[in-house]
């Protein structure tokens, strides 16, 4: 019985993780040799098996050395415990087409393998079962024979004396005398390349087995709790006797949120500790319920000014060091009357911020000052509202630890009770099936069992982004017609569940809605346009213009000179801004667009963050996320009154709430006297808040999108110009890359697809028959992929990066555009 007859019998053991590259002649259709390796893998247990079918049909080893570095190599993974690239090449896979090379083909094979072992893969190289028996075969398996230990680690030798592939006489295995028939490729699989692979993953070590899951205990570290229940007398401290003095203004015995909690309403209400409290790697976490915000609102405290948690008047919570000046403040608003869970963890210069049992944000902290703490509240700058269940430990407590703090809700007072942690069984999803409209969303709501569960996270995501969208409280919303399944995985246990949501079509709003300016920044003299009405811009002389930018040009700002001016003032409160931006250096404050140097403008902080400030001095608000140098990004602000959100690169980043009712008024892109350094691309400002839709199309999978933002769909294509099926390459006919790039040049001028350049799906708006097919033509004009468009979309997830020609076919006539496929 063949070896591979007894896989199933194999005794179960923990199997290392395999990411499989296979390049060169490597087709993964059902019967193919990598299909039935993936499947005798799983077979033998190997359960963690990643697969990425790179090359084609047709690709030779000129191609591969070309994109080994840009292809083949980031396909590699640390998270894998081997990585293989497995690939076989023929006697006339040399750029010289069918005439034999063989010395040209050592030198790129060489190449080749060299790259792949510098970058960490193992290489498993086959000698290709070819079909044919031209001259010069015999001299490319002796080249083979004599050189695999430089082109490969281990060698599959197909074309071995008498075997099955040594000519093309045996019919079993060639099902046309010249290529290899199912039967073939999957003896090829079995026969041949499994076993070299079981070799090679026999000598690599399996992965340890992951660590017993131990109990979170909340006793260990800690070193001082203040339930804060006590009606007179000192705060006791449960821990170790730091008990504190309560300053009489303190109302105590108030609905706490365990218990009693103490209530601070005025300057003079501190508790004042017996001892100082002085950590660098601490945790510190408690109840609060703001009453009103008038100034900061201390917490803990040692100094008015410094060595504090407080809530600063911007109504965010913020940690400042023992060194005066070194704040690090998290924007996310509380509301008043509301009951928080709060807790900071540190660990040496990491602070992470978790509220209400969720990690908020994490930052770096600039030297290692420490904290020290001698108060709650602070005697003359204190808390406004209620304080309860109080800890500090000194230690960063875990998310899980935090969780349990927080008790989905409930809160956990020392000693804490039971920490034992109750594991996830299952999970729903409700409803089980829904419907939602393009641009209106719907929730979903995860239900994990059991109730008493410790950890009810669940992970969302949407199995075609391209239909709708999840964020991870489980709003779906649609972006174009068809079904998409979406997911609740939870975090313990990996149970999972899912919807069925279908988008229906509908009209959404018009990107045009509400645009109040717009510009291209596409010219190269005169003013800056403004797309969406009359307010063209006057560009000072400085700007550098016809600058590469994300979508045609751009204008390079590049000194405090540079600025675009408004001839009218914009000022809006519920707005939106887009922008694309690269940015070049920054040594100071870089304005975007403002209407004064200090204040009313948006801009990149000197520490890399974006920032917002109204036309009132010092209501900033800022997002502490790095923009990378010399990089596109696209950000989008969003206002809806005092609701500030910040979306990068087509993803929501952050919220901030806004104090008082300010709006913004801006007079210019860049500012003369503090502008940007970097170039600004395809900036646009609304009157009302995008949706994360809107957001979405205008970054376009990292394209962009452009005034009047309009796809250009089948009904809006002229029919009677479109091009006849007649002018491409019917199946199986090639052409030479100079004839091919002509017929390029006469296919339909506008896309009728998108995106592009693509990824793994192509959408085609309008089109809801699935009579209507789409054929897929690489630079030969041979056809690699023909289907009917479901749901408005074509899966070419199977392409190979490179440029194709898209041919849509319908009632007789074809519409074809080139596409870059990604």
Same mark, same amino acid.
């Given at each position: 019985?063949?070896?591979?007859?007894?896989?199933?019998?194999?005794?179960?053991?923990?199997?290392?993780?395999?990411?499989?590259?296979?390049?060169?002649?490597?087709?993964?259709?059902?019967?193919?040799?990598?299909?039935?390796?993936?499947?005798?893998?799983?077979?033998?247990?190997?359960?963690?098996?990643?697969?990425?079918?790179?090359?084609?049909?047709?690709?030779?080893?000129?191609?591969?050395?070309?994109?080994?570095?840009?292809?083949?190599?980031?396909?590699?993974?640390? /998270?894998?415990?081997?990585?293989?690239?497995?690939?076989?090449?023929?006697?006339?896979?040399?750029? /010289?087409?069918?005439?034999?090379?063989?010395?040209?083909?050592?030198?790129?094979?060489?190449?080749?393998?060299?790259?792949?072992?510098?970058?960490?893969?193992?290489?498993?190289?086959?000698?290709?079962?070819?079909?044919?028996?031209?001259?010069?075969?015999?001299?490319?398996?002796?080249?083979?024979?004599?050189?695999?230990?430089?082109?490969?680690?281990?060698?599959?030798?197909?074309?071995?004396?008498?075997?099955?592939?040594?000519?093309?006489?045996?019919?079993?295995?060639?099902?046309?005398?010249?290529?290899?028939?199912?039967?073939?490729?999957?003896?090829?699989?079995?026969?041949?390349?499994?076993?070299?692979?079981?070799?090679?993953?026999?000598?690599?070590?399996?992965?340890?087995?992951?660590?017993?899951?131990?109990?979170?205990?909340?006793?260990?570290?800690?070193?001082?709790?203040?339930?804060?229940?006590?009606?007179?007398?000192?705060?006791?401290?449960?821990?170790?006797?730091?008990?504190?003095?309560?300053?009489?203004?303190?109302?105590? +015995?108030?609905?706490?949120?365990?218990?009693?909690?103490?209530?601070?309403?005025?300057?003079?209400?501190?508790?004042?500790?017996?001892?100082?409290?002085?950590?660098?790697?601490?945790?510190?976490?408690?109840?609060?319920?703001?009453?009103?915000?008038?100034?900061?609102?201390?917490?803990?405290?040692?100094?008015?000014?410094?060595?504090?948690?407080?809530?600063?008047?911007?109504?965010?919570?913020?940690?400042?060091?023992?060194?005066?000046?070194?704040?690090?403040?998290?924007?996310?608003?509380?509301?008043?009357?509301?009951?928080?869970?709060?807790?900071?963890?540190?660990?040496?210069?990491?602070?992470?911020?978790?509220?209400?049992?969720?990690?908020?944000?994490?930052?770096?902290?600039?030297?290692?000052?420490?904290?020290?703490?001698?108060?709650?509240?602070?005697?003359?700058?204190?808390?406004?509202?209620?304080?309860?269940?109080?800890?500090?430990?000194? #230690?960063?407590?875990?998310?899980?630890?935090?969780?349990?703090?927080?008790?989905?809700?409930?809160?956990?007072?020392?000693?804490?009770?039971?920490?034992?942690?109750?594991?996830?069984?299952?999970?729903?999803?409700?409803?089980?099936?829904?419907?939602?409209?393009?641009?209106?969303?719907?929730?979903?709501?995860?239900?994990?069992?059991?109730?008493?569960?410790?950890?009810?996270?669940?992970?969302?995501?949407?199995?075609?982004?391209?239909?709708?969208?999840?964020?991870?409280?489980?709003?779906?919303?649609?972006?174009?017609?068809?079904?998409?399944?979406?997911?609740?995985?939870?975090?313990?246990?990996?149970?999972?569940?899912?919807?069925?949501?279908?988008?229906?079509?509908?009209?959404?709003?018009?990107?045009?809605?509400?645009?109040?300016?717009?510009?291209?920044?596409?010219?190269?003299?005169?003013?800056?346009?403004?797309?969406?009405?009359?307010?063209?811009?006057?560009?000072?002389?400085?700007?550098?213009?016809?600058?590469?930018?994300?979508?045609?040009?751009?204008?390079?700002?590049?000194?405090?000179?540079?600025?675009?001016?408004?001839?009218?003032?914009?000022?809006?409160?519920?707005?939106?801004?887009?922008?694309?931006?690269?940015?070049?250096?920054?040594?100071?404050?870089?304005?975007?667009?403002?209407?004064?140097?200090?204040?009313?403008?948006?801009?990149?902080?000197?520490?890399?963050?974006?920032?917002?400030?109204?036309?009132?001095?010092?209501?900033?608000?800022?997002?502490?996320?790095?923009?990378?140098?010399?990089?596109?990004?696209?950000?989008?602000?969003?206002?809806?009154?005092?609701?500030?959100?910040?979306?990068?690169?087509?993803?929501?980043?952050?919220?901030?709430?806004?104090?008082?009712?300010?709006?913004?008024?801006?007079?210019?892109?860049?500012?003369?006297? #503090?502008?940007?350094?970097?170039?600004?691309?395809?900036?646009?400002?609304?009157?009302?808040?995008?949706?994360?839709?809107?957001?979405? #199309?205008?970054?376009?999978?990292?394209?962009?999108?452009?005034?009047?933002?309009?796809?250009?769909?089948?009904?809006?294509?002229?029919?009677?110009?479109?091009?006849?099926?007649?002018?491409?390459?019917?199946?199986?006919?090639?052409?030479?890359?100079?004839?091919?790039?002509?017929?390029?040049?006469?296919?339909?001028?506008?896309?009728?697809?998108?995106?592009?350049?693509?990824?793994?799906?192509?959408?085609?708006? +309008?089109?809801?028959?699935?009579?209507?097919?789409?054929?897929?033509?690489?630079?030969?004009?041979?056809?690699?992929?023909?289907?009917?468009?479901?749901?408005?979309?074509?899966?070419?997830?199977?392409?190979?990066?490179?440029?194709?020609?898209?041919?849509?076919?319908?009632?007789?006539?074809?519409?074809?555009?080139?596409?870059?496929?990604?």
């Amino acid at each position: 019985m063949l070896f591979f007859a007894l896989a199933i019998f194999v005794k179960a053991q923990t199997k290392p993780s395999i990411n499989i590259v296979f390049d060169g002649d490597s087709q993964t259709s059902q019967g193919t040799y990598p299909a039935r390796i993936l499947e005798l893998l799983g077979l033998n247990g190997y359960t963690n098996v990643r697969s990425i079918n790179y090359a084609v049909s047709g690709q030779n080893t000129w191609a591969m050395t070309y994109d080994v570095s840009s292809q083949v190599v980031p396909r590699y993974s640390s /998270s894998y415990n081997q990585n293989i690239v497995m690939y076989y090449i023929g006697y006339n896979d040399t750029w /010289s087409g069918s005439s034999v090379n063989t010395g040209l083909l050592r030198d790129y094979l060489v190449t080749y393998y060299n790259k792949l072992k510098s970058a960490g893969f193992k290489v498993i190289m086959i000698n290709l079962p070819d079909g044919t028996n031209h001259d010069g075969v015999n001299a490319i398996n002796s080249m083979y024979a004599a050189d695999y230990s430089k082109i490969s680690d281990v060698f599959v030798n197909c074309r071995e004396s008498g075997g099955v592939f040594e000519n093309n006489t045996n019919s079993t295995y060639f099902s046309d005398g010249v290529h290899l028939s199912n039967t073939g490729y999957r003896y090829l699989a079995e026969h041949y390349v499994y076993p070299k692979l079981s070799q090679l993953l026999g000598s690599v070590t399996p992965p340890p087995p992951p660590p017993p899951t131990t109990t979170p205990d909340l006793n260990s570290g800690l070193r001082n709790y203040y339930k804060l229940d006590e009606a007179s007398g000192d705060a006791i401290d449960s821990k170790s006797a730091n008990n504190g003095k309560v300053s009489a203004g303190i109302s105590r +015995g108030s609905a706490g949120k365990i218990g009693g909690g103490y209530h601070f309403d005025d300057n003079s209400d501190y508790v004042s500790l017996l001892s100082d409290i002085t950590l660098k790697t601490a945790s510190y976490s408690f109840w609060i319920k703001i009453s009103n915000i008038t100034d900061d609102l201390l917490i803990l405290s040692d100094v008015a000014h410094h060595s504090r948690i407080f809530v600063g008047a911007n109504n965010n919570l913020k940690l400042e060091t023992n060194t005066n000046g070194q704040e690090f403040a998290f924007y996310n608003g509380f509301s008043t009357s509301v009951w928080y869970h709060v807790s900071l963890t540190r660990n040496d210069n990491t602070v992470k911020y978790y509220r209400n049992g969720s990690l908020i944000g994490t930052i770096t902290m600039q030297g290692s000052d420490g904290l020290t703490l001698s108060q709650i509240g602070f005697n003359g700058r204190s808390f406004r509202g209620t304080i309860d269940e109080l800890g500090i430990w000194t #230690r960063a407590l875990s998310q899980d630890e935090v969780s349990l703090l927080y008790n989905s809700g409930s809160g956990k007072s020392y000693p804490f009770g039971s920490t034992t942690t109750v594991a996830v069984t299952g999970v729903s999803v409700d409803p089980s099936s829904t419907s939602v409209g393009i641009g209106s969303s719907v929730n979903l709501a995860a239900n994990v069992s059991p109730s008493d569960a410790t950890n009810k996270t669940v992970i969302w995501k949407s199995g075609n982004t391209g239909i709708a969208t999840v964020n991870t409280n489980g709003v779906v919303t649609g972006i174009s017609a068809g079904t998409a399944t979406i997911t609740a995985t939870t975090q313990d246990g990996g149970k999972v569940a899912s919807s069925q949501v279908t988008v229906t079509a509908g009209a959404g709003t018009s990107l045009t809605t509400g645009l109040s300016l717009y510009y291209k920044f596409d010219e190269t003299s005169g003013k800056a346009n403004d797309e969406a009405g009359s307010n063209d811009g006057t560009v000072s002389a400085e700007v550098r213009r016809g600058s590469p930018g994300k979508i045609n040009g751009a204008y390079l700002f590049d000194s405090n000179n540079d600025y675009v001016l408004f001839p009218s003032l914009l000022t809006h409160k519920t707005a939106s801004y887009s922008f694309w931006l690269n940015i070049s250096a920054i040594t100071d404050d870089l304005l975007i667009m403002g209407n004064n140097a200090y204040y009313s403008r948006i801009f990149i902080g000197i520490k890399n963050n974006i920032k917002m400030e109204t036309n009132t001095n010092g209501q900033e608000y800022a997002f502490y996320n790095p923009l990378s140098m010399g990089t596109w990004h696209h950000v989008v602000l969003t206002r809806t009154d005092n609701t500030l959100k910040l979306y990068r690169d087509g993803k929501y980043v952050n919220s901030v709430t806004i104090s008082g009712s300010n709006s913004l008024s801006l007079s210019q892109v860049g500012f003369m006297g #503090r502008s940007f350094k970097g170039a600004i691309d395809e900036l646009g400002i609304w009157n009302r808040a995008l949706t994360d839709v809107d957001v979405s #199309r205008l970054y376009n999978s990292g394209n962009g999108l452009s005034y009047p933002f309009s796809t250009q769909s089948l009904g809006a294509i002229n029919k009677s110009t479109a091009t006849e099926t007649s002018t491409i390459a019917e199946p199986g006919e090639t052409m030479q890359p100079a004839e091919a790039a002509a017929k390029l040049e006469e296919t339909t001028p506008k896309s009728f697809f998108y995106p592009n350049p693509a990824g793994n799906d192509l959408y085609f708006p +309008g089109v809801s028959s699935e009579q209507v097919r789409v054929s897929i033509y690489d630079m030969h004009g041979r056809m690699v992929l023909t289907q009917p468009v479901v749901n408005n979309s074509v899966d070419i997830s199977r392409l190979a990066r490179g440029v194709y020609l898209v041919k849509l076919e319908d009632a007789g006539k074809t519409m074809m555009h080139k596409m870059m496929k990604e």
